[in-house]
């Protein structure tokens, strides 16, 4: 009991002063995992965390006094090899053949010697490998694997501890007590990560072990064990696959699809998610430890196999793929999004095609009606403009009643104003004309400054801003139509 309870100690802190130590290594040499594309962490992180967890749990148990059996001799080196295995992909990333073929080998070696039958041995083999990369599989937010993997190598360990296999059970403890360490560092926001290393290392020890745990009993109560304590890492790979086949993606392409991600996007933290992933894991895994120890039968599993099949299914209504679109020239990925607002020059994007915002229908003629009113009526203000300069009160009171009548009078009337202007002495005969009839003198007004006047504009057909569902676009003062720089918001479409 003490050795037991310093070897746990020693793994703690060891995993801890390691990870630390090889983070500083990774920072210094520039070995990170960088944010970007499928991964969902926001800033550079090393990733070489396995070494910690593996360096720790070997070193703990091959310097300790505890005899450990030749079959956990077996298991350790074989860990160690895909340990290695996983270092390598970590620093240059392999195909899954050169992987699976080191994965299977290491389990045959592990299988040799177990006394199970060809059979069962060949079951075994296939077995250890699908835990192992399923531990990998799992391996994708802040705190899975560890959590996971520190409930699952405690229930296996009880269920070791029960069939007298103290080498296993020391085993076990020393791998959860390594991925405690570990988890100072790996909680959310993590500081560093396990990376293929780890997660393969704790995968294999906890497959293999299962496998080890389990030799020599019936086959239907040591199904249903080994289903129960591996029932969280069996339901994430069953979604992933299942997910990506409906959505037509490659399986072996990663991606946010796994039920960290889902959990997250029904609301929960990152931290809830992985507390969420521990708390099935110890359930699971107690319905393991009491088949194991015939307190209840192989039938139990049958609720944690149904529990388990409907919470893939509900998870599989989390949607967590964009929206794929047509990829063009210059276009983004096809994800569904919508930017703009009220008063900006908002566009709308949907499945990859992006359209601006919605204009007022052309006529005929190719120019849109609202444009045309507001040119003719501000261009019939701005040749009023130069006629008030230089008649005064006769040109403002012709812009007043362009305004008050409409595009039309406004044209007119500055016809007239500009006309009036451009005489050189005295008042237009309409003018005077019409003082002779009112009894009044005719003023004689000096003549202004000439000043180049701008060509006429032909009146366009008038429309009422009404029947466009948008206000007249505003000119600058040139009226040139560009829009003035100090027209505001409601020049915007809504």
């Not at 099935?280 to 307190?295: E, N, Q, T, W």
Request: net charge positive; glycine share 14%; proline share 7%.
């Amino acid at each position: 009991m003490l050795y037991g309870t310093v070897a746990v100690l020693s793994a703690v802190i060891l995993t801890a002063v390691l990870a630390r130590g090889v983070r500083a290594l990774c920072l210094r040499t520039g070995v990170l995992d960088r944010p970007g594309g499928r991964k969902v962490h926001a800033r550079p992180t090393p990733h070489l965390g396995g070494i910690a967890v593996a360096g720790g749990t070997f070193v703990v148990c091959c310097t300790g006094y505890a005899p450990l059996g030749d079959d956990v001799r077996r298991l350790l080196w074989a860990a160690a090899a895909v340990a290695l295995l996983g270092l390598i992909d970590d620093l240059r990333p392999l195909g899954p053949l050169p992987r699976l073929v080191v994965e299977t080998a290491a389990a045959c070696a592990v299988v040799f010697g177990s006394g199970l039958s060809p059979a069962a041995g060949f079951l075994a083999v296939g077995w250890i490998v699908f835990v192992t990369n399923a531990f990998n599989l799992l391996d994708n937010s802040d705190g899975a694997v560890g959590t996971v993997g520190v409930v699952t190598a405690l229930g296996l360990a009880l269920c070791a501890a029960a069939g007298g296999r103290s080498g296993l059970t020391l085993l076990l403890v020393v791998l959860a007590a390594s991925l405690a360490g570990f988890l100072t560092l790996n909680w959310h926001p993590a500081r560093i990560f396990l990376g293929d290393c780890g997660a393969l290392f704790t995968g294999f020890v906890l497959g293999a072990a299962g496998v080890l745990v389990h030799a020599g009993r019936d086959v239907l109560p040591s199904a249903a064990a080994l289903f129960a304590v591996s029932a969280v890492v069996t339901a994430d790979t069953v979604l992933v696959v299942a997910s990506r086949r409906r959505a037509g993606r490659p399986l072996l392409l990663g991606g946010t699809d796994h039920i960290a991600h889902r959990l997250r996007r029904i609301g929960f933290t990152v931290p809830g998610a992985a507390v969420v992933l521990g708390a099935a894991a110890f359930a699971s895994s107690l319905v393991g430890v009491l088949i194991h120890r015939d307190v209840l039968g192989p039938s139990a599993a049958l609720p944690l196999l149904c529990l388990t099949a409907a919470a893939v299914l509900a998870l599989l209504r989390v949607r967590v793929y964009g929206v794929r679109g047509r990829r063009g020239p210059g276009s983004g990925r096809g994800v569904a999004t919508r930017t703009g607002a009220r008063g900006g020059a908002g566009a709308r994007t949907a499945a990859g095609k992006v359209t601006g915002p919605r204009r007022a229908p052309r006529p005929p003629g190719g120019v849109p009606a609202t444009r045309a009113a507001g040119g003719a009526a501000v261009s019939g203000a701005s040749a009023a403009f130069p006629g008030a300069a230089a008649s005064g009160t006769g040109a403002s009171a012709a812009f007043s009643g362009a305004v008050a009548s409409g595009a039309r009078a406004s044209v007119a009337a500055a016809e007239a104003a500009v006309f009036g202007a451009g005489a050189k002495a005295g008042v237009p005969e309409s003018l005077a004309a019409s003082r002779a009839e009112s009894g009044r003198a005719p003023e004689v007004v000096a003549e202004p400054a000439r000043v180049p006047q701008p060509a006429p504009v032909p009146p366009a057909p008038v429309v009422p801003p009404a029947a466009t569902g948008r206000p007249a676009q505003q000119q600058g003062p040139g009226g040139d139509g560009v829009p003035d720089a100090r027209a505001g918001d409601g020049a915007a479409d809504r």
